[in-house]
């Protein structure tokens, strides 16, 4: 059986933003259940949450969907 490759959205929240980020998953035989990131997603939502906390909305907009977060 081989390993099983899919797109996701997940979101990143840090500070007063929330990104919801386009990334591939994969999933191994032995453990079907648990998705799998590549260094370079990992990477890439690391540096999302970096920038999302420090208000880089520019940057940010390039990467996925942005929302600002506000008080009620």
Same mark, same amino acid.
């Given at each position: 059986?081989?390993?099983?490759?899919?797109?996701?959205?997940?979101?990143?929240?840090r500070?007063r933003? #929330?990104v919801e980020v386009?990334i591939?998953?994969?999933?191994s035989?032995?453990?079907?259940?648990?998705?799998?990131l590549?260094?370079?997603t990992?990477? #890439?939502l690391?540096?999302?949450?970096?920038?999302?906390?420090t208000?880089d909305?520019a940057w940010l907009?390039?990467?996925g969907?942005?929302?600002? #977060?506000v008080e009620?």
């Amino acid at each position: 059986m081989e390993q099983i490759r899919e797109k996701k959205v997940t979101s990143v929240r840090r500070g007063r933003y #929330l990104v919801e980020v386009p990334i591939e998953v994969t999933y191994s035989p032995e453990a079907p259940d648990e998705p799998i990131l590549s260094p370079d997603t990992a990477r #890439l939502l690391d540096e999302v949450g970096r920038r999302a906390a420090t208000g880089d909305v520019a940057w940010l907009k390039q990467h996925g969907k942005v929302y600002e #977060l506000v008080e009620a």
